[in-house]
């Protein structure tokens, strides 16, 4: 029987062993406590704000329900306001300073917002929900920038997916954190709800202290003519001397295909942001981004966020009420998603690719959202709790059948996809601009879902299941297979103007791939023979 592990290289793109060895796996996993920062962030607030010492603490122990769905409102999505803005200011650390001490600064301006969470007080609270939104807005951008430009192509999607598996891994134990608080510490003194917010310290102090010893990107190093940096980190992470012929073939690959985009350019490869913004307009390049664009909008607006956020509301607007029984319910949620996501990343993504998991895991997900939504209106849940019978346990069947098959498909590959396809001259930029624009359709969300609750109720799952048919659409007509193709290899797929239908863009890149291999071999076959002499 197969090994599910095993991936296959195409012929003549043979890597030694050492390639995939612990080294690549390695720097994936430092990294991505920055996720892990991003997944608590998202799963202990809900469930935090739902605790009887946060509510004494801030007064939402006797007011509306409106009240109540205002503050919730802006105490989630203050954070997302700070990652935006974070978001921003991360592209030009990343580009002026590099990846990996963007990351570092980041985790230390999360650690101080996360403090100031701590204090009791609104103002503070509010202070300190942007200033970690800052951290993780910066960092989450820049992670899967690094680990791409990192990995080898054979397992890229592995070790990008590593992002996913440290956020679901932090989500869940954001979920159980406040049950176990919930359950074991009374809810007259605050130590109950300072506990799930100190844990933030955790992966942001575990970030600094695992990727302070790994080496900055290759391809920064190389986009900023730092050649022998970009050997000798390339010649760690891929454990071989540099003076290996395969590393120097992959860097005369990086520095060919860099110096390609320079000559490209208008300005002749003048480094000014305006220049680099245009770009992005550019045939070839515009189409990419606008795939990205709409990949993150579609990811928000299939509802992950709203249940990440709101899970307790979610199961009592299904019938499941009561504190503990909805952090339980909750929390199994994370379980379920946390092992959707390691499935996905360990053997699905590389193995059958992006856009069918796009597809496949899109039509589940959206069936479940159209049954809590159907069941919701006929219960009529929301108004009055529903008894426990086998259509509520089917609704609450139907959250975790949601939380699987969107974990292993648009949980993920969004931002895998969007780190991978654009150049490595303006790969900072165009992630920065898509994933402002994910956190902008995420604040939307997230603010938007109370006011959902109260006004369209059953409606809320109707909306984002039709979504969730968009999705699906667009993935099967528009989105490309991106698995196992090289990133200076990725013009080739795109093309002048990305085809409408992905099967043919698929086709064209298998045709072009051997064609400029030949080219590009004779250019680097010197450098090679030398090496080998």
């Not at 070790?159 to 049950?179: D, P, S, T």
């Not at 000014?272 to 990419?288: H, P, S, V």
Request: net charge neutral.
């Amino acid at each position: 029987m197969r090994n599910p592990f095993e991936l296959k290289e195409r012929p003549g793109e043979e890597a030694p062993k050492e390639v995939y060895g612990h080294r690549p796996y390695l720097l994936a996993f430092a990294a991505s406590w920055a996720s892990a920062m991003y997944g608590y962030d998202s799963a202990f607030i809900g469930g935090t704000m739902s605790l009887p010492s946060f509510q004494a603490a801030y007064g939402l122990t006797n007011v509306s329900k409106q009240a109540r769905a205002a503050l919730s409102s802006n105490i989630v999505s203050t954070f997302q306001g700070g990652a935006f803005f974070g978001c921003a200011i991360g592209f030009f650390l990343a580009e002026r300073w590099g990846r990996k001490i963007s990351m570092l600064i980041s985790a230390v301006v999360f650690m101080v917002g996360a403090g100031l969470q701590l204090a009791g007080n609104l103002g503070c609270l509010y202070a300190g929900r942007a200033l970690t939104g800052l951290g993780v807005g910066a960092s989450a951008m820049i992670l899967p920038i690094y680990v791409s430009e990192c990995s080898p192509a054979l397992i890229r999607g592995r070790l990008v997916g590593v992002f996913e598996i440290m956020l679901q891994v932090a989500l869940v134990f954001g979920f159980w954190v406040n049950y176990g608080v919930n359950q074991n510490i009374p809810g007259d003194t605050d130590e109950q709800w300072h506990i799930p917010v100190a844990v933030q310290f955790v992966p942001a102090g575990l970030l600094l202290i695992s990727l302070a010893p790994m080496p900055e990107s290759p391809r920064w190093y190389a986009s900023k003519g730092r050649m022998a940096e970009a050997a000798k980190s390339l010649s760690w992470i891929r454990h071989l001397p540099e003076d290996h012929p395969y590393v120097l073939r992959e860097l005369s690959v990086i520095e060919t295909a860099i110096t390609h985009e320079v000559e490209a350019t208008a300005h002749g490869g003048r480094r000014t942001y305006g220049q680099m913004a245009r770009e992005l307009t550019q045939k070839g390049i515009r189409n990419r981004l606008v795939i990205a664009f709409a990949m993150v909008l579609l990811q928000n607006l299939t509802g992950i966020n709203a249940v990440n956020y709101y899970s307790p509301s979610i199961f009592q607007s299904i019938g499941y009420t009561g504190t503990s029984t909805g952090l339980l319910a909750t929390g199994i949620f994370g379980i379920i998603k946390m092992f959707a996501t390691i499935v996905y990343a360990a053997i699905l993504v590389d193995r059958f690719g992006r856009r069918p998991l796009l597809i496949f895991g899109g039509i589940f997900a959206g069936l479940a959202m159209f049954y809590l939504g159907v069941y919701s209106k006929v219960s009529n849940s929301f108004v009055s709790t529903p008894p426990r019978d086998a259509g509520a346990n089917t609704a609450v069947a139907m959250v975790y059948i949601y939380a699987f098959f969107y974990g292993c498909s648009w949980n993920g590959i969004p931002w895998l996809f969007t780190s991978e396809v654009l150049p490595t001259r303006i790969r900072t930029l165009g992630m920065t601009v898509t994933i402002c624009f994910q956190w902008l359709t995420q604040f939307m969300v997230v603010y938007s879902l109370p006011y959902m609750i109260l006004g369209i109720s059953y409606g809320t799952f109707l909306f984002f299941g039709a979504c969730t048919v968009v999705a699906i659409v667009f993935a099967w007509l528009f989105v490309p297979e991106t698995k196992g193709v090289q990133l200076e290899d990725m013009d080739l797929l795109f093309g002048p103007d990305v085809s409408v239908f992905a099967k043919q863009a698929h086709a064209n890149y298998t045709r072009a791939v051997g064609a400029r291999a030949v080219v590009r071999d004779e250019k680097i076959g010197a450098v090679v023979e030398e090496a080998e002499v």
